[in-house]
Antibody, heavy 113, light 112 residues
Framework: EVQLVESGGGLVKPGGSLRLSCVAS????????MNWVRQAPGKGLEWVSL????????YHADSVKGRFTVSRDNANNSLYLQMNSLRAEDTAMYYC??????WGQGALVTVSS | DIVMTQTPLSSPVTLGQPASISCRSS???????????LSWLQQRPGQPPRLLIY???NRFSGVPDRFSGSGAGTDFTLKISRVEAEDVGVYYC?????????FGQGTKVEIE
């Protein structure tokens, strides 16, 4: 059974940092393209970042470029999202997604003073 | 960026009746590899999204056959042949042909 479990969400002040983690199981993680997708409260879906299986290619949405960094550790089946210079508009549920076929339950990030 | 436009944004349906959602992209979704990376996702209330259809018309594992996808180029459709109570939720189309990946606004399906 495929499982994606996010952690690391929470409340952070504007300008602060947070690191999200996602642990994967049930599939060959090292061969899978992985994404982060977010959803602001009551809103639609927004793609954030993508990283290829070998970690050699990385893409970020313009809205987070220069502030967020996606990375992975294939030895530990883990995906990460380092979020710096957080803004109120980054408040959202962040989903770990494998090739858009399997989605985690999400980690809630709230940016507020 | 490719803009994905869904219609309608809200769809009241009767149990057992069909439903249809349209998705139009601002550019062709045909990739240079020949594939069309258009997917449909379902998000039930309080749940994460779930993949229903990939590459326009392929049902994902475990998806009931009352769901079907069709289309080409810039015009795509998701059809539910007979709506069941568990189909209530928001449906999104999504393109993975170009970066950034983009989603439609979502269509809310509810039972009338």
């Amino acid at each position: 059974e495929v499982q994606l479990v996010e952690s690391g969400g929470g409340l952070v002040k504007p300008g602060g940092s947070l690191r999200l983690s996602c642990v994967a199981s049930g599939f060959t993680f090292s061969r899978s393209i992985m994404n982060w997708v977010r959803q602001a409260p009551g809103k639609g879906l927004e793609w954030v970042s993508l990283i290829t299986g070998d970690g050699n290619s990385i893409y970020h949405a313009d809205s987070v470029k220069g502030r967020f960094t996606v990375s992975r550790d294939n030895a530990n089946n883990s995906l990460y999202l380092q979020m710096n210079s957080l803004r109120a508009e980054d408040t959202a549920m962040y989903y770990c997604v494998s090739s858009f076929d399997y989605w985690g339950q999400g980690a809630l990030v709230t940016v507020s003073s | 960026d490719i803009v994905m436009t869904q219609t309608p944004l809200s769809s009241p349906v009767t149990l057992g009746q069909p439903a249809s959602i349209s998705c139009r992209s601002s550019q062709s979704l045909v990739h240079s590899d020949g594939n069309t990376y258009l997917s449909w996702l379902q998000q039930r209330p309080g749940q994460p999204p779930r993949l229903l259809i990939y590459k326009t018309s392929n049902r994902f594992s475990g998806v009931p056959d009352r769901f079907s996808g069709s289309g080409a180029g810039t015009d795509f459709t998701l059809k539910i042949s007979r709506v069941e109570a568990e189909d209530v939720g928001v449906y999104y189309c999504m393109q993975a042909t170009q970066f950034p990946r983009t989603f439609g606004q979502g269509t809310k399906v509810e039972i009338e």
